[in-house]
């Protein structure tokens, strides 16, 4: 069935090291990709998305790319700061108003 | 900004107890969705709404009830609370049009005792 892998974390970096947090999905056609954020005691906050392939959603530093023929949408950071810490999830739309969301990725920055 | 308001960021119940939880959003969005959040599970959907008086079941709607009677509300219902149903339980809403986001509630973490 349709799904969403992501790495498993925690991540660890340094200050200022460069990020990167793999998402692989499953799907036929081409779904809507996200990538949300969780910070600690919130909810989910919508980081980045893609509507097609090829598509480069940006966002506070945060990129990601649609990349149709390995059907992954990894996220990139050149320089991660200690506010970057929190739990990262990739999403892909699903029967129009749905997300199938992975299991996320906790990335720990340290100074 | 898209406000997604859950009633209750804590709440502690007893087993057996009939338990509500409540979402308000006041964005006009037609679709609200009730998650539930554990480690290493992910974001599972309870159940989905797309508008007034409408539902439907999610992965796990087991033991769980929904409500809708006004747009921006949407009531999750645990009719007999188990032990097991101890999680964070998210609230989301997005506009009924494919390709779009939906916007979260910061949570309510509930412990059944």
């Known amino acids: 069935g349709d799904s969403v892998t992501q790495m498993e974390g925690p991540v660890t970096l340094s200050e200022e090291a460069f990020l990167t947090i793999n998402c692989t999905y499953t799907?036929?056609?081409?779904?809507?990709l996200f990538w949300y954020v969780q910070y600690p005691g919130e909810g989910l906050q919508l980081l980045l998305k893609?509507?097609?392939?090829?598509d480069k959603g940006s966002n506070k530093g945060f990129e990601a790319t649609y990349r149709k023929e390995t059907t992954s949408f990894h996220l990139e950071k050149g320089s991660v700061q200690v506010s970057d810490s929190a739990v990262y999830f990739c999403?892909?739309?699903?029967?129009?108003?749905?997300?199938?969301f992975g299991t996320g990725t906790r990335l720990q920055v340290f100074p | 900004d898209v406000k997604v308001t859950q009633s209750s960021r804590y709440l502690v119940k007893r087993t057996g107890e009939k338990v509500f939880l409540e979402c308000v959003q006041d964005m006009d969005h037609e679709n609200m969705f009730w998650y539930r959040q554990d480690p290493g599970l992910g974001l599972r959907l309870i159940y989905f709404s797309y508008d007034v008086k409408m539902k439907e079941k999610g992965d796990i709607p087991e033991g769980y009830s929904v409500s809708r009677e006004k747009k921006e509300r949407f009531s999750l219902i645990l009719e007999s609370a188990s032990t097991n149903q101890t999680s964070m339980y998210l609230c989301?809403?997005?506009?009924?049009?494919?390709?779009?986001?939906?916007?979260f509630g910061d949570g309510t973490r509930l412990s059944i005792l």
């Open positions: 799907a036929t056609g081409y779904p809507s």
């Open positions: 893609a509507t097609k392939a090829d």
């Open positions: 989301a809403s997005s506009y009924h049009r494919t390709g779009q986001p939906q916007h």
């Open positions: 999403a892909r739309a699903y029967n129009t108003d749905k997300l199938i």
